[in-house]
């Protein structure tokens, strides 16, 4: 039963790394690439800056969903036009905004965006240079004793002394 359950387990393993091994470049269907080999290699690389509109997370190049296709075809009319990869990508952006770009350009309103990152750093070191300090604050040294003090812990300290209350 173990040696059954085992080799399903491994079987399904084998699965998993085989379909992990396909090339992200398999999404591309032959009929989408260009017959010009530079002419895609562009298509290619600019479909690596776009945004799939509906995955979000994903470039149109590694993306299967129906919107992704679509824009990857935008892309290579536009080249086989004889777009530059610049107008390709203000094309779209102008289209879909620039949140279809997965490196958004430095502007004013994108700039919380570039900024965020540093500003979460400065907070971060910001925050542990508090932790730190208050943690020096509470290993400091404690302030000296007074002499009325020190009189009391040394009489503590020597013992009970001859004649002193309590003793017969």
């Known amino acids: 039963m173990i040696l059954d359950l085992f080799r399903r387990f491994a079987g399904a393993l084998a699965v998993a790394v085989l379909l992990a091994a396909v090339p992200a470049g398999a999404v591309v269907q032959p009929e989408e690439r260009l017959a ?33 296709r679509d824009l990857r075809r935008l892309v290579r009319e536009r080249l086989a036009a004889g777009d530059s990869d610049a107008a390709v990508l203000d094309y779209v952006t102008a289209r879909y905004g620039d949140f279809v770009r997965l490196r958004p350009p430095v502007a004013a ?3 919380l965006l570039w900024a965020a990152p540093l500003m979460l750093l400065v907070v971060g070191a910001v925050a542990v240079g508090a932790v730190m300090r208050r943690r020096g604050r509470e290993t400091a040294a404690p302030d000296p004793l007074t002499a009325e003090e020190r009189r009391r812990v040394d009489a503590l300290l020597s013992g009970p002394s001859d004649g002193a209350p309590g003793q017969t």
């Open 36 to 68: 010009d080999p530079a002419l895609e290699e562009r298509a290619r690389d600019l479909s690596r800056e776009l945004r799939c509109v509906v995955c979000q997370n994903q470039s149109i190049d590694d993306s299967d969903a129906g919107m992704a």
């Open 109 to 111: 309103h994108t700039a």
